[in-house]
Nanobody
Framework: QVQLVESGGGLVQAGGSLRLSCAAS????????MGWFRQAPGKEREFVAV????????NYAAAVKGRFTISRDNAENTVYLQINSLNPEDTGVYYC???????????????WGQGTQVTVSS
């Protein structure tokens, strides 16, 4: 059974940073593309970033490029999302997702975590 468990969210002031983690189990982690999504209050869930199984290919949503960094540690079966220069528009629930396919597209995810709340105060 595949499990994705996010952590690292919290309340932070604007301008601050957070590092989110997602621990995966039950899948061949090193061959799974891993993505991050977020859902702001009252809005639909949106793509944030994705990284290929070997970490060589990465895609970001245009809105976060330059402030967000996705990375992974295949030895620890963990994917990370470093978020810098946080602003109130970054508030939302951040979800980790995994796909059996190796492609780094925004769609086609097979497994989802429960999410971690990020709240940015102004």
């Amino acid at each position: 059974q595949v499990q994705l468990v996010e952590s690292g969210g919290g309340l932070v002031q604007a301008g601050g940073s957070l590092r989110l983690s997602c621990a995966a189990s039950g899948l061949t982690f090193s061959s799974a593309a891993m993505g991050w999504f977020r859902q702001a209050p009252g809005k639909e869930r949106e793509f944030v970033a994705v990284i290929s199984g070997n970490g060589a290919s990465i895609n970001y949503a245009a809105a976060v490029k330059g402030r967000f960094t996705i990375s992974r540690d295949n030895a620890e079966n963990t994917v990370y999302l470093q978020i810098n220069s946080l602003n109130p528009e970054d508030t939302g629930v951040y979800y980790c997702a995994a796909k059996k396919s190796p492609n780094v597209s925004q769609a086609g995810y097979d497994y989802w975590g429960q999410g971690t709340q990020v709240t940015v105060s102004s």
